[in-house]
């Protein structure tokens, strides 16, 4: 197949881009792998002058976390994925990721020690303000080129929560030891007419509150890791691409 797994190169991005929102990724967008590319690894298959896979990972505290894994649709079942991942993955003893359901890509990361430990559940419910609440404030935690991507891309950025405004406002992280009362809150300048989304984790609490107050789980996505591993702990929301 003469297939070349390398760094990606400039012009890669619009590529992986491509083959990402084929692959149905939610951030299928050049400056999410920029941000990959530029704080972590991104890494393309390729057949001579085209690109046929893309993986991407970060690191997150001692583990590095796969942020992305995709291939071209007429390459798959090939072990292009299996390369790719390994690739960015590397020899780190400690890796993570958050899976979707498809059957191949956790046979690839259990292949790279990476196996099924808890689900994450998307969540989406109405808002309950009127949404002329302004959250603004500086950022009470730590990663902080992650804050500042997401502010990039015209996310706001307060205290204890990011989240992207629109009809459907995405909060992309929450970081509290009173998570409850900043969701609360955030609610509360969401307009009724309007929805929030976020990811959460299966065994939190917020689960039940969030059940509670009309909210659906609309997806859901599988945290495989090697043991001892468990990145989650005090970050009740999450984003699922790069945590």
Partial sequence: MGLTIRAARVGDIEEAVRIAAAGGSPDAHTDHFAFVE????????????EVV??????????????????VAAEYRGRGVGG???????????QRCTFSSSDPAALRVYASLG?????????????????????????????????????????????AHHIALRGSVVQL???????PHDVLAMLLSSVPMTDQLELSVCEHDELVAWLLARG?????????????????????????RGLL
């Fill in 53 to 70: 896979g893309v993986a991407g990972s970060v690191r997150v505290g001692g583990a590095v976390m796969v942020t992305d894994l995709f």
């Fill in 83 to 93: 390369r790719v991942a390994a690739a960015v993955v590397n020899e780190a003893s």
């Fill in 38 to 49: 530029r704080t972590g690894r991104l890494v393309v298959a390729a057949i001579a002058d």
């Fill in 172 to 178: 992309l992280r929450l970081e509290s030891d009173a």
């Fill in 114 to 158: 990476m196996l099924p430990r808890w689900q994450l559940l998307t969540m989406r419910g109405p808002g309950a303000g009127l949404g002329s609440e302004s959250l603004v404030a500086e950022w009470a935690h730590g990663r902080l080129d992650l804050v500042a991507h997401f502010a990039s891309i015209g996310a706001e950025v307060g």
């Fill in 215 to 239: 909210f659906e789980v609309v997806d859901v996505d599988t945290f495989c890791a090697t043991d001892g591993v468990d990145v989650s702990v005090g970050v009740p929301c999450v984003h």
